[in-house]
């Protein structure tokens, strides 16, 4: 089948090359990421402006391509899917594999989404929004505490503050730039925390899973995973299925989870959309992109079996930690292991070398822009 990727960067490595492995022909829409470019998974790369993509440009775009269905790869192109589904299926008669508006929109705002948790009794952080209220808030959550924007992705505005003065003083420029935000209990976890990719069909069944245990992340108090290990545990399970089982949720579903105590796990927040990550599963045997689209063009949900112990690393981020953490030396595993039969690189490896030296360079150059950095730092 043609399948679309709307948006993304180093997200469309692991899933396009899953899906090209499965027999399927990948093109990228609206990406003016290198990365992509680059895959040799990927058969072309198609460039838009999302902020004036309508439903006939899409139309346009897509005529004569024989897609069979459009995976969204990024917050803001999976945001205007979600939008237009019903409209885009109708006009092109290509599948979305995204939620339908009203749940997604409540999934992607952090603060509905912690507020759903609560009402359902759903671990996760004590969480309020701000509004000026900040005696109120410090009497609620307490301190530390994190500020949090409604939306945002890659951790981007979110500030660590120890009292008042702080929760007042930082609070103001970042609601400026990102709009709506919450002060949010600061859960004082191991030095890792773990991601939850599942799916859920129309009917409430499930198709396998993969939980990874992130051990070790840029930044380096609250970051994407740059080092990763696919795990079972049935209690994170429960806790995710529980909230997809309320939400009526149909299709994948990324969770972030933090365990606050030795098996007291919160979940801090739902991706509506696919995470680089997803190539930790792949590894593990269970390929998300095949389940998406066999579920959505057949109503057949294929079964694999899962592998937990391998490894995934990205090497851009991993250089960013080892240069950032004072852990370097000695974490466990070595970040001097680049070999192994359980370790995978999520920018592509050396199958998708070009790729992975342009995610590389991409890299280092966010990290030289100081404005990124800032953006990037708020809890270090």
């Not at 930044?219 to 740059?226: F, N, W």
């Not at 696919?274 to 998300?288: E, L, N």
């Not at 690393?313 to 070999?339: E, H, V």
């Amino acid at each position: 089948m043609n399948i679309i990727l709307f948006g993304g960067g180093l997200q469309v490595l692991s899933i396009a090359r899953s899906l090209k492995e499965k027999g399927h022909t990948v093109d990228v829409v609206g990406t003016h990421n290198e990365i992509s470019k680059r895959s040799r998974y990927v058969r072309q790369c198609t460039d838009i402006n999302l902020e004036t993509l309508d439903v006939v440009e899409f139309t346009a775009l897509a005529k004569d391509k024989e897609y069979a269905v459009i995976i969204p790869m990024e917050d803001d192109y999976a945001t205007w899917l979600s939008a237009n589904k019903k409209e885009v299926e109708k006009s092109t008669g290509i599948k979305c594999a995204v939620m339908d508006y009203d749940i997604y929109t409540l999934a992607s705002d952090k603060t509905r989404f912690m507020g759903f948790c609560k009402k359902h009794e759903i671990p996760h952080p004590k969480t309020g929004i701000i509004n000026g209220n900040y005696d109120d808030l410090a009497t609620a959550i307490g301190f530390p505490s994190l500020i949090k924007p409604s939306h945002s992705a890659g951790s981007r505005g979110i500030k660590l503050v120890n009292n008042v003065d702080e929760l007042k003083r930082f609070s103001k420029e970042i609601i400026a730039e990102y709009g709506e935000c919450t002060l949010q209990e600061y859960i004082h976890s191991k030095d890792y925390y773990y991601n939850a990719m599942l799916y859920r069909t129309a009917d409430g069944q499930y198709g396998n899973h993969t939980i990874t245990k992130i051990m070790r992340y840029y930044p380096i108090k609250g970051g994407s995973s740059s080092f990763c290990m696919s795990i079972e545990n049935d209690r994170i399970l429960e806790i995710c299925k529980k909230a997809l089982d309320k939400l009526g949720w149909v299709g994948f579903a990324d969770f972030d989870i933090l365990e606050k105590g030795d098996g007291d796990y919160r979940i801090i927040e739902i991706n509506p959309r696919i995470p680089a990550s997803v190539q930790a599963a792949a590894a593990s045997g269970v390929h998300f992109g095949e389940m998406i689209i066999k579920d959505i063009t057949e109503g057949v949900l294929p079964q694999y079996t899962y592998t937990p112990g391998m490894q995934l690393r990205c090497l851009g981020l991993d250089i960013a930690w080892f240069l950032s953490s004072p852990n370097r030396w000695k974490c466990k595993p070595s970040w001097f292991k680049f070999f192994g039969k359980r370790l995978h690189y999520q920018d592509g490896g050396i199958k998708d070398l070009l790729a992975m030296c342009t995610s590389i360079w991409m890299g280092i150059k966010k990290q030289m822009n100081p404005e990124f950095r800032k953006k990037k730092g708020g809890m270090n």
